[in-house]
């Protein structure tokens, strides 16, 4: 995983320390002196996650982070707060002006990667989120933003076998009017969440009974709460178990002993973050089902692809991404001899394949007659590559039984990377389309790359 970070420190010593470890984990690392120079630098430079100094000159850690969260330009970037100072209320103080995490001075290394990693892994999710909701308001289709969500009446499952902590985490949570329900073990979760909607999940390192963290592994697979953020609470001798916890998609975490401000404050921008992916979910939904699916498959249809694509590539910087153009073979010959109906079921067929191979925020369409486009974020030729050909073998696979005992279905795909082939929509739709015409001159059913389909340069 590669991503963009800033580092704001006014000691160059603490800067060249950080910016070493993040290099040798390939990541693009920029830096400011202040407050004031890293305003600027995010608004510019759009890094995906902000290590910010609390103890500067000038503006401190937290007005500048509570700058950063005013503005419609940077809000959305994480920000973790670095600090020598180790009182909670310092970490509250921190995590009410709006940052994502809070980490002490000296930085222990696996804790820092623990988090880095999975702050990205969101802010991707929520980026794409956020780029389909902006599709749709250029659009016409959605109102325009909405104030930040109330978390009153928020659902939270505490998932702990020792009362008297338990009891402390829902009385702390009450305080900012969330309804907590309680669960003694393992069993008593998976039924309780798949029973209720839930908005945060706090699950305790300390059960004696069964190993939490398969607990934790469980909840984040199941249907009912795999979008559900969860936070552990754990000893501080349990920190190799929190950063494995956080490789199992925990999203936060809070030390003992257990302090109630800090609890809220977590709990605030966890559920908070959770409320506003749900409602761009739903904004996004509300809007495309008047406008942008296309009625036969429910996929996105060509309109919202190319604003879609428009979007994402006129981004500042632009961004990396790989997009697939997947035609079904001979499919005039399907519609000839079985008929239009059967051409209608056998595209329904195959648009439901793509859907359930591709990854969750890929974006998925239905080009027109029997093309079909998928957009992947952050993608390069290999992925896709990869991604294409299993597309390529899923269809292949199904078993379309109004074709009868004739040949099988199949696809032709071509393939191409954003600033490696095409920097623009159009360009890169293109360039698409020639190489998935290189497959079909070589034989169909078969994945192209647009750097492999290119003519030979004559000089060359």
């Excluded at 929520?126 to 933003?145: C, H, M, N, Q």
């Excluded at 369409?365 to 992947?376: D, I, L, S, T």
Aim: hydrophobic share 45%; glycine share 8%.
């Amino acid at each position: 995983m590669t991503a963009r970070i800033l580092i704001v420190d006014d000691i160059p010593a603490n800067t060249r320390l950080l910016e070493a470890k993040l290099a040798a984990e390939y990541f693009q690392v920029s830096s400011a002196r202040d407050g004031a120079e890293a305003l600027d630098v995010a608004r510019h430079w759009q890094p995906d996650l902000i290590l910010l100094d609390v103890m500067m000159p000038g503006m401190d850690g937290f007005e500048c982070c509570r700058r950063l969260k005013d503005d419609p330009a940077t809000l959305h970037i994480p920000v973790v707060m670095v600090t020598a100072l180790g009182e909670a209320a310092e970490r509250v103080v921190g995590l009410d002006a709006g940052a994502d995490d809070f980490l002490s001075k000296p930085v222990e290394y696996g804790t820092l990667m623990s988090r880095v990693r999975s702050l990205i892994r969101l802010k991707r999710l929520l980026d794409e989120w956020r780029a389909r909701a902006e599709t749709v308001r250029s659009l016409g289709l959605a109102a325009d933003r909405l104030p930040p969500p109330s978390i009153a009446g928020s659902r939270v499952l505490v998932v702990d076998d020792w009362d008297a902590e338990a009891s402390s985490i829902r009385t702390a949570l009450g305080q900012e009017g969330i309804v907590s329900l309680r669960a003694h073990d393992g069993i008593e979760a998976m039924a309780l969440s798949a029973a209720n909607p839930l908005d945060l999940i706090v699950l305790s390192l300390g059960m004696t009974e069964e190993d939490p963290l398969a607990l934790a592994s469980a909840l984040r697979a199941a249907d009912a709460t795999h979008a559900v953020p969860q936070l552990l609470i754990g000893d501080v001798g349990e920190r190799e178990r929190l950063q494995r916890g956080f490789e199992l998609g925990a999203n936060d975490w809070l030390l003992l002993p257990l302090d109630p401000q800090e609890l809220r404050a977590r709990a605030r921008n966890q559920i908070r973050r959770k409320l506003y992916q749900d409602r761009l979910r739903a904004d996004l939904g509300e809007a495309i089902e008047l406008a942008v699916t296309d009625a036969l498959t429910g996929l996105y249809n060509r309109r919202y692809l190319t604003r879609h694509l428009a979007s994402l590539m006129d981004q500042t910087p632009p961004p990396h991404l790989a997009l697939m153009l997947i035609d079904v073979d001979f499919f005039k010959a399907v519609n000839d001899a079985h008929g239009h109906a059967v051409g209608d079921r056998v595209l329904r067929a195959v648009a439901d394949t793509l859907r359930a191979n591709i990854r969750a925020f890929d974006t998925l369409a239905r080009y027109g007659g029997e093309e079909f486009v998928v957009v992947m974020p952050g993608a390069g030729s290999d992925q896709a590559s990869v991604a294409a050909e299993r597309l390529r073998l899923a269809v292949a696979a199904l078993e379309v039984t109004d074709l009868g005992a004739g040949p099988g279905l199949t696809v032709s795909i071509g393939v191409a990377v954003s600033g490696q082939d095409a920097d623009g929509a159009e360009e890169l739709l293109g360039v698409a389309d020639a190489a998935l015409y290189a497959a079909k001159r070589n034989g169909r059913n078969r994945v192209e790359l647009a750097r492999d389909s290119l003519p030979a340069d004559p000089a060359g």
